[in-house]
């Protein structure tokens, strides 16, 4: 895969079909049924455990298409087969040609052609939480399973200045902001966070200390 383009459907909501004048509430698990027919008459196939996910082969070509609820990455290894979807996909629904795909749900998608190398960041998605925090200048790259540190509830607020302080440190919530970066493209500080996420409502000194330096 070297190639990665991105669309947009215009007004997304607007382009399903409906026959009478209907009242309900959206229940669990309703899917974009119409994208889903059209999509599925292009050859497409959906991912069995991903329902926006679907994916279309043709010999030695693949092709990946992924939705988030108006906004699509085609992912694939043919720039004509890519451009064929993209043309279709434009006498479906009123779409917006992006182009390359660059920036998605606070993800960069950055390539170097003559490495072949395609691959994504959250320099700045992290940065904003860094600073959120005031966080800007801490240190960087401290994991605890490179560098042996161990935390336990021992480390725990110990009199009634340390927990005051304490009360004061948004200790869960910036754990929280930082999992979704762990979860999209950093699985390097899992074990970290996982480690750091045990004492959200016990964490002392020597747990944010640990945090400011993951």
């Given amino acids: 895969m070297n190639e990665i383009w991105q669309m947009d459907v215009k007004t997304a909501f607007l382009d399903g079909f409906i026959e009478e004048e209907i009242y309900?509430?959206?229940?669990?698990?309703f899917t974009n049924i119409r994208f889903d027919e059209v999509i599925r008459g292009y050859d497409f196939v959906k991912n069995d455990f991903d329902p926006y996910v679907y994916k279309k082969v043709s010999g030695s070509f693949v092709l990946f298409l992924v939705l988030y609820v108006?906004?699509?990455?085609?992912?694939?290894n043919d720039i004509k087969m890519l451009g064929d979807t993209k043309s279709w996909l434009s006498t479906q629904f009123s779409m917006k040609d992006l182009g390359e795909a660059s920036y998605i749900l606070g993800i960069k998608i950055f390539r170097d052609r003559s490495k072949r190398m395609l691959g994504i960041t959250q320099n700045s998605y992290v940065e904003k939480v860094l600073k959120r925090f005031k966080m800007e200048h801490s240190k960087r790259g401290f994991l605890l399973m490179r560098h042996g540190v161990k935390l336990s509830k021992k480390q725990s607020p110990k009199t009634d200045e340390?927990?005051?302080r304490m009360l004061d440190i948004p200790y869960a919530s910036a754990i929280g902001s930082i999992k979704y970066a762990e979860q999209c493209t950093r699985p390097d500080i899992a074990y970290a966070l996982s480690v750091m996420n045990r004492y959200p409502a016990c964490a002392g000194e020597a747990h944010w200390r640990v945090f400011l330096n993951t």
């Fill in 162 to 164: 340390e927990l005051k």
């Fill in 24 to 29: 309900m509430d959206q229940p669990e698990g």
């Fill in 70 to 76: 108006d906004d699509i990455l085609l992912i694939g």
